[in-house]
């Protein structure tokens, strides 16, 4: 801890003689950060991704919805009754 209590006094007199610097580094720091913050805040609340992620995902021929667990079965819905064609490559 005497280490500790040896530096943060330097510090403490460093800060308490060059007030300016000091305080320049701070905005210099906290400035970008916050603009970066407002920027990510703003871009998430303006675009509507569920809607965008709708249009990507709404292409789709068909669905199949799985149910996991003891009894694990899938469901097949799409325009083949029998199920999705065969894998033709």
């Known amino acids: 801890m005497t ?3 040896a530096a943060l006094r330097v510090a ?3 800060v308490r003689r060059h007030l300016g610097r000091s305080l320049l580094v701070i905005a210099l720091i906290a ?3 916050a ?3 407002v920027t ?3 871009v998430r609340t303006m675009s509507d991704w569920e809607v965008d992620l ?3 995902m709404g292409t789709a021929d068909a669905r199949i919805y799985c ?3 003891r009894r694990a079965r899938c469901q097949w819905s799409g325009p083949f009754p029998d199920g999705p064609p065969p ?3």
């Open 54 to 56: 709708d249009r990507a």
């Open 35 to 37: 603009g970066a913050t």
């Open 67 to 69: 149910r996991v667990g």
């Open 31 to 33: 400035v970008p950060v």
């Open 40 to 42: 990510d805040g703003l």
């Open 3 to 5: 280490g500790w209590r």
């Open 12 to 14: 403490r007199r460093s």
């Open 87 to 89: 894998n033709r490559t």
